[in-house]
């Protein structure tokens, strides 16, 4: 098979080459797989003779991402070990809901390592270590039979990059190294998930620059239930990762306030996002906003949130938000919504819905 690279791909971002395609279905099939059943599947009308003859010149990536999926689903059931079910989707959901809260990016790849000694590496392990200006993040899979671990691998490689650039924000380079050897199968594989990869190293390793460890963890709990709809299935097809520098700000202020920390300072946002004063500044003038709308609309959201549940008095509320007073509060929550807290409060217990911003 001739080897494809990830530029073939990355050159047409809407679209995957059809051999693409057609490995994947031509893997599920040499372990009894029917790749028209799987094609069926993913409501997809061609089958595997299309694809080899040329009768289907490009594949949509979305169209893709269903059929990796199913694969994925489909070889893993196949070649399992009959005691190993693989991490269902509730155990994966579970897992990123328990990284989500850590503060930096270090503290949660250290948590991805407990979450698997903790569930007695069934679903494999994983270990974190850092030398001189490297940081490796080592992965080890659950069981797979041999000739799939490299398929496996790249599959760990794209889901667990992707989860990493979207919790802090921002893209990462990461390098690639597997054990496995570097013939044509595995570099056209490679080109599948889009990795350039090292053959032939001591493990499975993810490496980026060691600086990055502390880099913020800026997503909140909400944004990854709708993370997760989509996710991590269809981590092939280019999702979005970065966000805007207002919304990083507001998401490590709302983690400071639900911890009960002192906001950042302009030099403590800096370090935590890897970034200069100077550059911080320039780029929320760019977008429009200054740190004190982002304290404020941070501030205001959770105010509703507390007062939309009635087991926190007002002056509690206050407190958390960081307001000298009730009266400081409820002046800013006037300026905010129009109402005063406690009238907010009484239409959220009569509506059982949290009322709209004024």
């Not at 029917?34 to 289907?56: H, P």
């Not at 994966?92 to 930096?104: A, E, K, N, Q």
């Not at 599959?155 to 190294?177: K, Q």
């Not at 307001?323 to 300026?335: C, D, M, Q």
């Amino acid at each position: 098979m001739a080897s494809m690279s990830p530029g073939d791909w990355l050159a047409d971002p809407r679209h995957v080459p059809v051999d693409h395609v057609r490995l994947l279905l031509e893997k599920a099939e040499s372990i009894g797989l029917s790749s028209t059943r799987l094609l069926r599947r993913c409501r997809l009308s061609y089958n595997l003779d299309d694809l080899c003859a040329g009768r289907v010149s490009r594949v949509p990536i979305a169209d893709f991402a269903r059929v990796r999926h199913a694969c994925l689903i489909e070889i893993r059931q196949r070649i399992a070990p009959s005691h190993y079910a693989g991490m269902s989707r509730d155990d994966f959901d579970f897992m990123c809901h328990s990284l989500i809260t850590s503060t930096t990016l270090h503290e949660m790849l250290e948590r991805q390592s407990r979450f698997f000694e903790i569930g007695g590496r069934r679903d494999g392990w994983s270990t974190l270590s850092v030398a001189d200006d490297r940081a490796t993040f080592e992965i080890h899979l659950g069981p797979a039979e041999g000739q799939w671990e490299f398929f496996f691998v790249m599959n760990a490689f794209s889901v667990f990059s992707r989860l990493i650039e979207w919790a802090v924000g921002e893209p990462i380079e990461m390098s690639y190294l597997t054990s496995c050897p570097r013939d044509p199968e595995n570099r056209a594989i490679a080109a599948i998930f889009g990795n350039r990869c090292t053959f032939r190293a001591p493990a499975h390793q993810m490496i980026f620059p060691a600086r990055l460890l502390d880099r913020a963890v800026v997503r909140t709990p909400a944004d990854l239930r709708e993370f997760l709809r989509r996710f991590p299935f269809d981590a092939v097809v280019s999702m979005e990762t970065s966000t805007d520098l207002s919304s990083r700000i507001g998401a490590l202020y709302r983690h400071a306030i639900l911890n009960h920390q002192p906001l950042p300072t302009i030099a403590g946002l800096s370090r935590q996002l890897g970034i200069a004063n100077a550059t911080l500044r320039r780029r929320l003038d760019a977008e429009g906003v200054s740190i004190r709308v982002i304290k404020d609309e941070v501030r205001a959201a959770l105010a509703r949130e507390f007062l939309s549940n009635d087991y926190l008095p007002v002056g509690d509320v206050a407190s958390t938000l960081g307001f000298s007073g009730a009266k400081a509060f409820t002046r800013a929550f006037r300026g905010w919504t129009g109402v005063t807290p406690a009238f907010y409060r009484r239409a959220c217990e009569s509506s059982n819905q949290p009322v709209m911003q004024h």
